[in-house]
């Protein structure tokens, strides 16, 4: 019988120090796994260290690593998706290079997908957000709390990328072919019976993480606009709450000077009442300006990542 093969996608930005580590982990899980076959796909996501060097190295040493390497750096979205794209294991996984996903885990994934055969996908959260700053924790849950109100599929709190999938999970995840992709939603998106193992958060084993507190409001906005349009309609139902607003003062103020000729005074509050509306008038343009923007880099039809260079063993498999 022919072994069963399992890709795991480590997408890689700057992270020489990590990554020898991390092989380190792996070369254990592969010796445990004896009758699996595991390969590495390992994705340089343009990093500006000696990232690739190193994985040059590794893909020497072990014919059973491989790598891509694209062009600048696209993002861990993207750098996802070309290791997705790449990996034609019967299992694939998706994990950092930094250890926070603890490489244990993966044995147990496997035996879970090996034993329950109507499990598709066994996805990790961490139920402790520990060594992160409070005030980074609480703007993750509130936008945990906020996109599964306004769109309609579910985004688990704590969800991590990491998590083994069958074949057809990530088959279903390539057909999505949006340039805007926000993994946790599109994981949520396709569906799949997944099963939630839980873990407590662990620190970087190694360097730095890439995400600023922008980059994560960045990311939390792209989500909200791919999988909800209640912006929109929020920002209409503000649109007619203000004209509502808007007529009765006048039916007042009109009422006011004819019943009792009181003189319309008040230049202050009116300077006040322009600002405010003005201010929403922009936010709710803001609001549809942001969807515009997302629509107008779809029309594009870019590719969501371009790719330099890869070993020459995939390169043999792929023409
Ligand atoms: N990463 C990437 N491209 C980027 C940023 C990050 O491929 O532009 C990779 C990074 O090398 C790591 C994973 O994505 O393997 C998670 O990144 P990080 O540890 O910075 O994120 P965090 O764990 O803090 O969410
Ligand atoms: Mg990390």
Redesign the pocket.
């Known amino acids: 019988m022919k072994k069963e093969t399992i890709s795991i996608v ?6 020489e120090e990590a990554l020898p580590l991390f092989y380190h982990e792996i070369l254990k899980i592969k010796k445990e796994l004896k009758k699996t076959d595991v390969e590495l796909i390992l ?1 340089n ?1 343009g990093s500006k260290d000696n990232t690739l060097k190193i994985m040059k190295d590794l893909c020497k040493r072990n014919s059973s690593i491989h790598y891509l390497s694209l062009s600048r ?1 696209f ?2 979205e993207a ?1 996802m998706l070309a290791g997705l794209t790449y990996a034609k294991g019967d299992y694939v996984a998706l994990m ?3 250890l ?1 996903d603890p490489p244990e885990l993966l044995l147990e994934m496997f035996a879970i997908l090996k034993s329950e055969k109507d499990v598709d996908c066994v996805a990790t959260r961490r139920v402790t957000r520990m060594g992160e700053p409070k005030i980074r924790s609480f703007f993750a849950r509130m936008f945990y709390k906020l996109i599964n109100k306004i769109s309609n599929i579910e985004v688990v709190d704590g969800a991590r990328d990491y998590r083994l999938m069958r074949k057809n999970v990530r088959n279903a995840i390539l057909s999505l072919k949006e340039y805007n992709r926000f993994s946790k939603g599109l994981f949520g998106f396709v569906g799949f019976n997944t099963k939630w193992l839980e873990y407590e958060n662990k620190e ?1 084993i190694a360097g730095e ?3 600023s507190f922008f980059s994560l409001f960045k990311y939390a906005i792209e989500g909200i606009v791919s999988f909800s349009t209640m912006p929109l309609t929020i920002s209409a139902f503000i649109g007619i709450l203000f004209c509502v607003i808007s007529f009765i003062m006048i039916l007042v103020i009109v009422l006011k000077t004819i019943l009792f000729g009181d003189p319309t005074s008040g230049w202050p509050s009116m300077i006040c009442i322009l600002f405010l509306v003005s201010g929403i008038q922009l936010f709710c343009l803001g609001i549809i300006g942001e969807y515009l923007s997302k629509t107008y880099l779809e029309a594009k039809k870019r590719p969501v990542y371009i790719i330099k260079e890869m070993d020459k063993e995939r390169t043999k498999r792929e023409n």
């Open positions: 480590v997408a890689c930005y700057n992270e994705v996501d750096n993002g861990k750098a950092d290079a930094d926070q970087r993480t890439s995400w």
